[in-house]
């Protein structure tokens, strides 16, 4: 049971399969006036506290708290270690609010203890372009679990999003919840094999060698498709229309605009890389890949302390193959000094995967609405919509 989810307006486990219950919010807004003005209580020993991301000693105690603290893998072998450059790229897109990235400190000491953050978005679900709060970054220090801080610290985002007029939120979690849209699995695609073993990531396959397995990821020195090249600042037009264009035929995907892709896929060093495929003959843009960067410590291990992980996130190819394009997209991430390439099984990803030498994680990532119901689940591949 959910003591907390059940109370929450999310599709609940009982009503799937109910194909009686309408598409769409599962409450109406209320008029701000009636949103609880003052934040919820937390246990006396700690206080809230907004996070200002532009300041380096704020960003700072962020990006340590998760360093320590944030998701990790089912073994403990590794944890998500994203850099402050990225923290600060991801809580601060066009629109933002600083009151939706929410810090708890201990009263005694003003340690930062625990965090949640919002940031705006629109999300379209089918014909209905919905403006949405994407909630990331939930995090509660490891010594403080299983105190129900967690639902106090959703509520409270969830307050000051209604503050902003906002009643939706996409997220992400490893757990299941009620009630998943989709459940999707991460792939990955092996760069640096030998370092990839030697920490414990992938395991030698049966009747294979060392340097058989570094033959077969071994990959060519640089892209091959004419006019592949990095996603520049007059490029934006472009890609937004080939992103819009492409990303309309999935039943829930990301809205994006020009100033959305502007902060979200132009490229910043060792946080987000676009490249795209220019027609020698025509100069237009045909073809779009792109990836992040998100490092994972690697716990306990002498010789290794990072592991350095590209995640696939938006790619549209219409007149380059999409297997060739993601292979320039690996190519130029190795060259990057990647140890591996991951990718979610959402869109089109599927048609490369496995030509292109990803193996299926352990790992599921399911994703979810927020006072949103919809009819039934999707399948990953009508998904639009990657999450940080
Ligand atoms: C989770 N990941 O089920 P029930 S993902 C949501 N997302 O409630 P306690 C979660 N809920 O089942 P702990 C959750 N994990 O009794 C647990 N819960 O109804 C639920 N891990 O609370 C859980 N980061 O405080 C249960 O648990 C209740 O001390 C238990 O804290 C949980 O960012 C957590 O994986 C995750 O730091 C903070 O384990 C802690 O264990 C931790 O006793 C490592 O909580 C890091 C980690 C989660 C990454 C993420 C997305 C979060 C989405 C939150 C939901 C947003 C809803 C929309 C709000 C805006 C709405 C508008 C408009
Ligand atoms: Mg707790």
New binding site residues.
Partial sequence: ??????T?PVGQFKDIGDTSLPEGPIELATPLSEVKQEPYNLPSVYEWTTCDMASDDICSEVYNLLRS????DDENMFRFNYSKEFLRWALRPPGYYQSWHIGVRAKTNKKLV?F?S?VPARIRVRDEVVK??E????????K????????V??KE??RR??LEN????A?????V?PTPITTCQYWHRSLNPKKLIDVGFSRLGARMTMSRTIKLYKLPEAPVTPGFRKMELLDVPAVTRLLRNYLSQFGVATDFDENDVEHWLLPREDVVDSYLVESPETHDVTDFCSFYTLPSTILGNPNYTTLKAAYSYYNVATQTSFLQLMNDALIVSKQKGFDVFNALDVMHNESFLKELKFGPGDGQLHY?L??YRLRSALKPSELGLVLL
């Fill in positions: 049971t959910h003591k907390f989810w059940e929450q603290n944030y998701v990790e625990a949640i919002g949405m709060d909630i990331n970054f939930l995090c509660v220090h490891k403080l679990r299983s105190k129900r801080l967690a639902p610290m959703i985002v969830t999003v209604h906002i009643w939706q939120a997220y992400t979690a490893g757990v919840l979810y927020y006072n």
